[in-house]
């Protein structure tokens, strides 16, 4: 697993009296592989690869800590499938509105179903490398993005991006574990 997908990991499902306690430490996770660590790119076939194989695992909610930059929010047909898939079968994708620091879209957190996260500072302002622009506040949330505490494979450390949603909404998440 990735340095990020450790982070990420411990932070939703870290445990009460670790070194990092996840917000929501009594559901399962099942990690699905998208790219390498040396590939910072995925592909949407990639993405929609793994998306098919978690709902096929019986998921109800999919983290997706990445995407694909696009010009306009474009998606190839294997990626709408998968998309398609998760609102056939009421699973909710939550995904990375990116990092680029532009009004520009990532898949597949531009696409209707799917609901895109941004980055926020302490006052609740989009940070300057979040992707949060207009087509996303419609669909969207922003959650902290700074100094977020999470373990990777070693250690403690904080790190910024967007790393975790609001406490609020994983209330709202908790009910299917």
Not at 131 to 154: D, F, H, K, M, V
Request: charged share 15%; hydrophobic share 45%; glycine share 10%.
């Amino acid at each position: 697993m990735s340095i990020h997908g450790a982070h990420v990991t411990s932070i939703i499902f870290g445990q009460p009296g670790t070194l990092v306690e996840g917000i929501s430490p009594r559901c399962k996770g099942l990690i699905i592989p998208v790219f390498a660590d040396d590939r910072l790119q995925v592909s949407q076939l990639d993405l929609a690869r793994g998306i098919e194989q978690a709902v096929n695992a019986g998921a109800h909610v999919i983290n997706i800590s990445g995407g694909q930059l696009t010009d306009f929010g474009e998606v190839e047909a294997w990626l709408e499938n998968a998309v398609n898939l998760c609102k056939a079968n009421n699973v909710l994708i939550v995904a990375a509105a990116g990092n680029d620091g532009c009004d520009c879209l990532h898949v597949p957190a531009a696409l209707p179903t799917v609901l895109a996260v941004g980055a926020m500072d302490a006052q609740g302002k989009p940070l300057d490398f979040s992707n949060w622009g207009e087509a996303y506040q419609s669909q969207g949330l922003l959650a902290p993005g700074e100094n977020i505490l999470g373990r990777n494979q070693t250690a403690r450390q904080r790190v910024s991006a967007v790393l975790a949603l609001r406490p609020r909404l994983f209330l709202a998440l908790r009910r299917y574990c």
